[in-house]
């Protein structure tokens, strides 16, 4: 699970064509269609809180939940130059995001929530279905009675066709990275390991690396597990078409509803 470190800081240029906008959209109308039109929500793998605030500006009051301290640290600051520049989005009627750094396996919340949004393949990072469902059962357990649990995740089409045993490169101005993958068919766990170039005076570049593993899943997967978690499976979609989910889909954005606890 540990990840996200120098790599945080440079995080959102690389990530700058990720269709925010559109999931924050899809999100939105999802909660509006089910009668969540403002309340708490929590974005859990919130990230550098792309989503978190996009949502907020929505007018739901968010809490974001990430394991990366470095990744929050960037979060809070978009939040502090939000709030003195005035922009809409980090403040609404006197309230802030709240940060909280925790395991997605382990988090704890003051209350339940009307709603739980996890995008972003965050839980892709969870490598066991043990992992996954001990998550899905914290989320069931912090959801409002009714309330929705709204995530994606990548396929294990996408790791094994599309980007498994891959290289991929980009380069900026004030920085590069080197992307390469080897796909485990074994265990269905991707491992990519970044190299990362970053600008910090004049043509001096520093160099970092990074290991990352996610574990792709099927659908029948996620079925079963938010079943044994007490959640009620509602809808699936092509993330990318919008829909109906095929073979060949590369995410897929579930639909969840809270439907009672389990003891």
């Known amino acids: 699970m540990e990840a996200y470190g120098d790599f945080a800081q440079v995080y959102d240029i690389f990530m700058d064509d990720t269709p925010y906008e559109k999931w924050c959209q899809r999100v939105t109308e999802t909660l509006c269609a089910h009668g969540i039109r403002d309340g708490l929500v929590l974005d859990l793998g919130c990230g550098t809180g792309n989503m978190t605030e996009l949502l907020a500006a929505q007018g739901y009051d968010m809490i974001g ?19 003195s520049t005035g ?50 059962g914290l989320v069931n357990n912090y959801l409002d009675p009714g309330g929705l649990f709204v995530f994606d995740f990548n396929t294990v089409y996408k ?42 005076k004049g043509d001096c570049f520093r160099r970092f690396t990074e290991t990352h593993l996610q574990r792709g899943y099927t659908l029948e ?42 003891l």
Do not use: H
């Not at 939940?65 to 130059?81: F, G, I, P, T």
């Not at 972003?120 to 969870?126: A, I």
């Open 65 to 83: 939940v990430d394991l990366s301290d470095r990744m929050l640290e960037v979060a809070v600051r978009k939040q502090d130059s939000r709030r």
């Open 87 to 136: 922009k809409k989005g980090a403040q609404r009627a006197g309230r802030d995001i709240l940060y909280l750094q925790q395991d997605m396996r382990e988090f704890e919340l003051y209350g339940t929530v009307r709603a739980v949004v996890c995008l972003c393949d965050s839980v892709n990072y969870l490598l066991q279905e043990t992992d996954l469902l001990r998550c899905f």
């Open 159 to 200: 790791y094994e066709t599309i980007i498994g045993n891959a290289v991929i490169a980009e380069n900026r101005d004030n920085c590069s990275f080197i992307w390469e993958n080897y796909y485990d068919a074994t265990d269905s766990v991707n491992e990519y390991d970044l190299t990362v170039f970053v600008r910090e």
């Open 221 to 262: 997967q996620m079925r079963s597990l938010l079943d044994r978690a007490g959640l009620s499976f509602l809808q699936a979609l092509d993330a990318d078409t919008d829909g109906p989910v095929t073979d060949e889909s590369q995410r897929i954005f579930v639909v969840a509803r809270e439907k009672g606890k389990v």
